[in-house]
């Protein structure tokens, strides 16, 4: 399966900034997926970061509160933007392994904190 | 009702002892289901796959899936303190490819 690296492992901002996080996987890929992990809550799905279009979001998350690039089959971001505490969290991305139904690969998450 | 449910414990059992960790859920398009582990710090990695109804073994792990009754299991034989993880339940079906998660369960085992 797909290895993914993810930066920065955690980060700790202050409220308002934006913060970019990168995902990068070994293997061409052609959806990526970006998830929200609060405490006590369920992986949320964002969106899917699909290579040459826009990315898709998911009901609850805005393209201008988390702007996502997807240049090519291998890279993503993901931008928090205008970050207050309620963004703190971790944030997962994740590619399919070999077809999505067969479950996906994660990478190891970016913890936010927002202060 | 949430579409899948998953008792968020924490569960604390000693070493050897066999685990049971369970999910339902809501939606009868689910068709494949799986379960992740999740160390702390980590991100989820994916330890058993399921398509329909039936068993699946490996090594220490059977998952079950029960479409009947929409309830889902994982058993850990033999549980060892490496065992010690969060382990999350999620199923998707059909064209949709999305992945539905339950909340978790932390799991402690105490050698």
């Known amino acids: 399966s797909a290895v993914i690296s993810q930066k920065p492992s955690r980060d700790i901002c202050q409220r308002g900034t934006s913060l970019t996080i990168q995902c990068q996987v070994d293997?061409?890929?052609?959806?990526m997926f970006w998830y929200r992990q609060q405490p006590g809550q369920s992986l949320t799905l964002i969106a899917t970061?699909?290579?040459?279009?826009?990315?898709?979001?998911e009901s609850g998350f805005v393209i201008d509160k988390f702007p996502i690039s997807r240049p090519n089959l291998t890279f993503s971001t993901l931008t928090v933007s205008n970050m207050s505490p309620e963004d703190s969290s971790i944030y997962l991305c994740?590619?399919?392994?070999?077809?999505?139904?067969?479950?996906?690969?994660f990478g190891s998450g970016t913890r936010l904190t927002v202060v | 009702q949430k579409e899948v449910e998953q008792d968020p414990g924490p569960l604390s059992v000693p070493e050897g002892a066999i685990v049971s960790l369970n999910c339902t859920y809501s939606?009868?398009?689910?068709?494949?289901f799986m379960w992740y582990r999740q160390y702390s710090r980590k991100g989820p990695e994916l330890l058993m796959y399921?398509?329909?109804?039936g068993n699946k073994e490996d090594g220490r792990f059977t998952a079950q899936v029960d479409k009947s009754s929409k309830y889902i299991s994982l058993f850990i034989r033999d549980s060892q303190p490496s065992d010690s993880a969060t382990y999350l339940c999620?199923?998707?079906?059909?064209?949709?490819?999305?992945?539905?998660f339950g909340k978790g369960t932390l799991l402690t085992v105490n050698p």
């Open positions: 994740s590619v399919g392994r070999g077809g999505a139904n067969y479950g996906y690969t």
């Open positions: 293997s061409q890929v052609t959806m």
């Open positions: 970061a699909n290579q040459g279009s826009e990315a898709t979001y």
């Open positions: 939606n009868s398009a689910f068709q494949y």
């Open positions: 399921t398509y329909s109804s």
């Open positions: 999620a199923m998707s079906g059909g064209s949709n490819y999305k992945l539905t």
